[in-house]
């Protein structure tokens, strides 16, 4: 026998189902395996049926509950699956191809599936159980799917499903194993029996009930079945024996699978209560039971009282349950609720209108009667009036309480409402300075929207406005909403006065110059200044009120001004040529030497100065000499000194520039020597000296003429007495050797004799 393909892909996509259990998925089928015989019973049994004898031959995997179905195409939300393989190889999307399938290795010889085929053996799911019906019908809705469809059709490889049923029949003799797992002209559903051919494009087998699942998003079976509901008659409190089984055929490939929603009495007792209400204090009223399905004639008891009917009558206002049992003998009984109220007769329509705006009372509220006998009584509290219109309400919670000509009243309360006050929050206060714009705003909130923002002075509606007022101006907003509610505030534009600027500034004078600025603006309380002087750096600007700022250099400088007011407005003035710095004369002298000797002591001057228009050089020692770029002139001092020699230029505006030379007449060293002198006491010429002036330094040596040095002096005015070591020398003649250094820090030597005479 051949074995039917088998695709990797697909097995790939079991082994992800089985590993993520039943994690549902949006718009998918969701299921859960191995639930276990309460569980598996507890979603398939409905109600009238009593469930014993539970047995389950299936592997853990294959068995199992589904939901969620009304999100699939599988027509039933909820229930139990039976699968010949894995539950989660129902799972979608179809992949195609009718290759998915799970072999869980288990066998059975069950003789109900191996008469629809002798060949299904493998991996077997057979669930069965007894019930004892309390009705005379059972409602069985099932899908059958499988991965066979559709290529399968026709062959031997038809995994085998049926619900086999012994027990009673009603009709007369026995169900002895009957398959009801039908389509309704009474044909087994199988894989054969109906489809739409290998293709799925015919011929067409019952295919009316065949769904092409192929590619579905949420069943993974290529072949559904449609829902097919059977209808099983049952003889009321006998003993059924159910058998749900199925099996794949040959081998253990493309799993089968069957959904079972429930198995419920059709004709199960169903009860609807009914009552009529007591009239105003009266016991007339009603309660009635209507019994449907079940097995009639019906069995009724009224608790607290009511008798043994359908309907108790004469009873007071309460709530009386009614027990009801059907004539099968060993069907349960049910119980219905029914509550009598009070019926005075009067019936209220009510209607209200809520308050229009917060805090208004303009609210309404009103009662329309039908029933009861005239005359009405209509009182309010705390207030409305006496008649069934109440008006001018404000919020609040209002009762009214409605008599008639029999005592019986009734109530209605209303609870007027108003809606959150309408608020208007207003941009800030602010400050301009003339011709400029600000922007103003009101954003309305409570109340009932949309809103109408409106304007003072002709502003256009809306929550906000660009404005350019010349005076300081007080605008108004009003909101209105839906219900015409309003509010109002105010927002302030304060437009600031310009300030004045002005100034005055100290008078013009001459290179370097410092001018003093006095500050003459009005309404202003900051300033900025620009010198004009771009050459002083940082210094060419400065917030003082009143500054002050040193031009080195000559020219006309523009100076500007702006003066700001506390709220920021500013003006700006500036004064062309405002700042004037005359050039300065430039007084200059040369000298050819600048020291001289006293023996010529004529110095040799150049006038250098410029731009002078009267000039005097004065030469130190009281002389002076008149006349500006007068070319080279000489002056003769008379004695030695040092002189300074200064000259002022000064121009036309009265500028002055000064410039000083130093002139040195040096003195002139003389240096005068003896050559004899006479060293015996008589105080006439008894010391030898060197006689001279503007000596600055001074060395004296006497040798005799063997070139012993017999005297010696650093001071020219300590002379030389002729003793050597205290002992007069002899009369004889001696050399001398004078080194001396001039004014002029020059040195000289100098060698001669001199003779002691005694």
Wanted: glycine fraction near 12%; include cysteine; charged fraction near 10%.
């Amino acid at each position: 026998m051949s074995h039917k393909p088998k695709t990797g892909l697909k097995k790939l996509v079991m082994l992800f189902l089985i590993a993520f259990g039943s994690l549902p998925v949006s718009a998918q089928l969701q299921v859960q395996s191995n639930v276990g015989l309460t569980n598996l019973m507890t979603a398939l049994i409905g109600g009238g049926l009593t469930v014993s004898n539970v047995t389950l031959n299936c592997d853990t995997g294959a068995y199992g509950t589904f939901g969620n179905g009304n999100s699939t195409n599988l027509g039933m939300n909820n229930g139990i699956l039976l699968t010949s393989g894995s539950v989660y190889n129902s799972l979608g999307p179809d992949i195609g191809g009718g290759s998915l399938t799970a072999c869980p290795g288990t066998s059975a010889n069950d003789p109900e599936l191996m008469s629809i085929d002798p060949l299904a053996t493998n991996d077997p799911c057979i669930l069965e159980f007894d019930i004892v019906p309390t009705c005379n019908q059972l409602t069985l809705r099932f899908v059958f799917g499988s991965e066979e469809y559709p290529v399968f059709v026709g062959s031997s490889f038809n995994d085998a499903f049926g619900f086999f049923v012994s027990g009673p029949n009603p009709l007369g003799g026995n169900y002895t194993n009957v398959n009801i797992a039908t389509i309704p002209n009474g044909t087994p559903v199988s894989i054969n029996t109906v489809n739409n051919g290998t293709s799925n494009t015919g011929p067409c087998t019952n295919c009316a009930f065949y769904i092409d699942n192929t590619n579905g998003p949420t069943i993974q079976y290529n072949g559904l079945t449609t829902v097919l509901t059977v209808n099983l008659a049952l003889t009321p409190c006998q003993t059924y024996h159910f058998k749900i089984a199925i099996a794949d055929a040959g081998d253990c490939s493309l799993d089968s699978g069957v959904f079972v929603d429930y198995l419920s009495c059709s004709t199960s007792l169903q009860l609807t209560p009914a009552a009529v209400p007591a009239s105003c204090n009266m016991c007339d009223g009603v309660a009635s039971v209507t019994a449907s399905g079940g097995t009639p004639p019906y069995n009724y008891q009224w608790l607290p009282s009511g008798g043994n009917s359908s309907q108790a009558t004469n009873l007071c206002p309460g709530t009386y349950s009614v027990i009801v049992s059907d004539n099968t003998g060993c069907g349960p009984s049910d119980t219905a609720t029914v509550t009598v109220t009070s019926g005075n007769g009067l019936s209220i329509t009510s209607a209200q209108t809520d308050a229009s705006c917060n805090g208004a009372c303009d609210g309404s509220a009103n009662v329309t009667l039908n029933g009861g006998t005239p005359p009405f009584t209509f009182g309010w509290l705390p207030s409305g009036g006496t008649n069934a219109n109440a008006t001018g309400l404000c919020a609040g919670t209002y009762t009214c309480s409605i008599s008639d000509g029999t005592g019986c009243t009734s109530t209605q309360t209303f609870t007027i409402t108003e809606p959150p006050a309408v608020t208007l929050a207003m941009s800030a206060n602010v400050n301009i300075c003339n011709g400029q714009n600000a922007t103003i705003s009101a954003t309305p909130a409570g109340g009932t929207g949309p809103y109408v923002v409106s304007w003072s002075g002709g502003l256009p509606n809306g929550t906000s406005n660009t404005v350019t007022p010349a005076s300081t101006t007080t605008y108004t907003a009003t909101a209105t909403d839906a219900n015409g509610c309003t509010i109002s505030q105010t927002v302030s534009v304060t437009v600031d006065p310009a300030p004045v600027p002005n100034f005055t500034l100290s008078a013009p004078g001459c290179a370097p110059w410092a001018f003093n600025l006095a500050n003459t603006s009005t309404g202003a309380t900051t300033y900025t200044w620009d010198f004009g002087d771009p050459l002083s750096g940082a210094n060419n600007t400065s917030t003082l009120q009143n500054p002050s700022h040193l031009y080195l250099l000559p020219g006309s400088y523009n100076i500007t001004l702006i003066a700001a007011s506390p709220g920021g407005c500013a003006d700006t003035i500036t004064l062309t040529n405002a700042a004037v710095v005359y050039p300065q004369p430039i007084a200059s002298i040369g000298i050819t030497v600048a020291t001289i000797s006293e023996y010529a002591p004529t110095a040799v001057f150049t006038d250098l100065s410029s731009g002078g228009t009267n000039c005097i050089t004065y030469f130190g020692d009281g002389d002076s000499i008149i006349g500006c770029n007068i070319g080279t002139f000489t002056h003769t001092y008379g004695m030695p000194g040092t002189y300074t020699v200064m000259q002022v230029a000064t121009n036309a505006n009265g500028c002055t520039d000064t410039t000083y030379v130093t002139v040195v007449v040096e003195s002139e060293s003389t240096i005068f020597i003896p050559n004899a002198f006479t060293p015996n006491g008589d105080e006439h010429n008894g010391m030898f000296y060197a006689y001279g002036t503007n000596i600055e330094e001074f060395q004296m040596l006497i040798y005799d003429r063997w070139g012993n040095l017999v005297y010696e002096s650093k001071d020219i005015y300590k002379g030389w007495d002729g003793t050597y070591k205290g002992d007069p020398v002899q009369e004889d003649v001696y050399v001398w050797k004078i080194i001396y250094t001039d004014s002029r820090s020059k040195r000289h030597r100098a060698i001669g004799h001199v003779s002691v005479i005694r």
